[in-house]
């Protein structure tokens, strides 16, 4: 494959979590585009976090970029670019559901958006957890319910639940822990 190569780059809005850029381009044949670029700032961790039952706990909140409320697992941007996501993930759940993990381990790193977009997120299992409180930020609004695997998985395939990092974090918990969860029930 011939190389594209940037061949300038220009901030046209600086954001509070992503800064904004207009790319141009040089293709293969060697005529220019304008491609958008969302540089997002720190990175950002979340967390499947399964209780003693199985069940696992996700969080209901609104969200602008879709005009409605959605259901995911908890997450949020690292508080700086050399903030561990581990500690980020810990810090998420706890802030987010109220509860503190006993064990914690990595599912996978992805990607959220490659075509336009460098976001990263680190998603991690959580397990033994602790019940505590909930340290939402002033403008977090959110619910915290339970689900079945299983309730969540045919959410997922029904496109109730559509957010990229809880349908991989999900579906990653499902492919490494699915034959142990079905064995047990």
């Not at 950002?44 to 409320?69: C, F, K, W």
């Not at 959580?126 to 309730?151: C, M, R, S």
């Not at 957010?163 to 974090?169: C, H, I, L, P, Y």
Request: hydrophobic share 35%.
């Amino acid at each position: 494959m011939e190389q594209i190569k940037r061949i300038q780059r220009t901030l046209k809005y600086k954001g509070a979590i992503v800064d904004v850029y207009s790319d141009t381009m040089q293709l293969p044949d060697g005529t220019t585009a304008e491609w958008d670029f969302v540089a997002h700032r720190k990175g950002a961790a979340a967390v499947v976090p399964v209780t003693s039952e199985g069940e696992i706990l996700m969080v209901h909140q609104y969200r602008n970029a879709l005009d409605r409320e959605t259901i995911e697992i908890p997450a949020g941007a690292r508080d700086s670019l050399t903030e561990d996501t581990k500690v980020c993930a810990l810090r998420e759940l706890e802030e987010e559901t109220g509860y503190r993990a006993g064990k914690i381990e990595k599912l996978l790193s992805l990607k959220t958006t490659v075509a336009f977009c460098n976001e990263f997120i680190d998603v991690y299992l959580a397990t033994e957890l602790i019940p505590g409180k909930q340290n939402l930020d002033p403008e977090e609004f959110i619910d915290v319910h339970t689900y079945k695997l299983q309730e969540l998985l045919d959410m997922i395939y029904a496109g109730t639940i559509q957010d990229s990092k809880t349908v991989a974090g999900v579906l990653a918990y499902y492919g490494k822990y699915g034959n142990r969860i079905e064995e047990k029930e």
